[in-house]
């Protein structure tokens, strides 16, 4: 099924610029343990403290971390993990009982945490879907952002929507991998099938995204299915040679989705439901407070490097573009997160990605509501 191709080059100078924004979307529990917070302010006009929670003075010398130590996902840099950065400056997790520490961790470390319950809860994208059809003890709990993801083809090609893909080369990451699951469901939405035995699109495999980019300069690939911020960089520019064909965010096939959840552990769901509880409301915090702050927010993730940033402006308008949801979206349901589990459920079995001959009752399995009230 794969068609692997391997181009080494690109300028250092490209690989350079782009490298600012680049990342993407095992723990353990000692009981409690006592160390000072990171707590979060609010300021004098009731807004909350964009200060980074590391120059703040706690209001108590010492407390108490109910759930004690915990290792979380969330070294790989990228700012779909804005959530997990905020929750843990701005003293969330700290204010729900745990003392948390970033930990790297690779898609299939995150599945085997999930599995065994040394990581209680991981961002990631409908990727996961097809793991949990194969036996890995994971539920969907919340929604975490919308698209990050952007197709690009040179400046002036003659590719215009999915129905001009018909017989072309399309540059993906990986096969099964986030992106290409996309533009797989965007082809067959014109009528083009993705299966590549059919011979109706060709998908060109890289490690690396740049290298998606000098497939396209070299005519390799006629569009480059890329993970944001690198789509949105290398289109900045009036003078850039790439233009956005498609935009995961407001495309009308995925705007207004999640694409991005929180995925809980089974195991701990069900050993240890007070944890995922408070998990889950310190996120929920954090998105709120995003919501609410998109430019402190960066301003944090920059300052305090939880991912690589220069061009602040940029990363700001990719923040609010992602729409984290504030506690009113939730309580008016303006994103439903059992809603669009079902979508995309359905959509990956339509290309074949999902096996299952139940595609609703298969949503309904992999959807967990959270008691949000446990432990308070």
């Known amino acids: 099924m794969k068609s692997r191709t391997r181009i080494i080059a ?21 009981g409690g343990s006592t160390a000072t917070p990171p707590p979060a302010t609010e300021n004098a006009s009731g807004g909350t403290d964009a200060t980074p929670a590391a120059e703040k003075t706690p209001d108590a010398a010492t407390v108490t971390y109910k759930f004690g130590k915990l290792d979380l996902s969330g070294k790989d840099g990228a700012l779909c993990g804005a959530p997990t950065y905020i929750a843990l400056d701005q003293g969330f997790f700290a204010e729900e009982g745990f003392d948390v520490t970033l930990i790297s961790a690779d898609s299939e470390t995150r599945k085997i945490g999930l599995n065994n319950g040394t990581l209680p809860i991981v961002n990631g994208d409908f990727q996961f879907f097809p793991s949990i059809e194969e036996g890995v003890k994971v539920k969907v709990v919340d929604g975490l952002h919308n698209g990050c993801i952007k197709f690009l083809v040179l400046k002036g090609s003659d590719i215009k929507s999915a129905s001009d893909l018909k017989g072309k080369k399309i540059a993906v990451d990986e096969i099964g991998g986030t992106p290409h699951q996309v533009a797989s469901v965007w082809v067959e939405k014109a009528g083009i099938s993705a299966d590549p035995s059919k011979g109706e699109v060709e998908w060109v495999v890289f490690g690396d995204g740049n290298l998606e980019l000098e497939a396209l300069r070299q005519g390799a690939a006629d569009v480059a299915a890329l993970w944001d911020p690198l789509g949105s960089v290398v289109t900045q520019s009036a003078d850039s040679e790439y233009e956005v064909l498609f935009d995961l965010s407001t495309d009308p096939t995925f705007a207004g989705k999640y694409c991005c959840f929180l995925y809980a552990s089974t195991k701990v769901i069900e050993e240890e439901p007070e944890k995922i509880a408070a998990l889950l409301r310190a996120y929920r915090k954090a998105q709120e407070w995003i919501a609410a702050n998109p430019k402190e927010a960066v301003e944090i993730i920059s300052s305090k490097k939880y991912s690589a940033i220069e061009d602040t402006t940029l990363a700001q308008a990719l ?16 994103q439903n997160v059992r809603e669009d589990v079902k979508y995309f459920v359905n959509e990956l079995k339509n290309i074949g990605y999902l096996k299952t001959d139940n595609a609703d009752a298969f949503a309904d399995e992999i959807y967990y509501e959270v008691d949000l009230t446990l432990g308070q």
């Open 10 to 30: 690109g300028t250092l100078a490209l690989m350079m610029s782009l490298t600012t924004l680049l990342a993407a979307c095992s723990g353990s529990s000692n």
């Open 319 to 334: 923040v609010e573009n992602y729409q984290y949801p504030s506690v009113h979206a939730h309580e008016t349901g303006a």
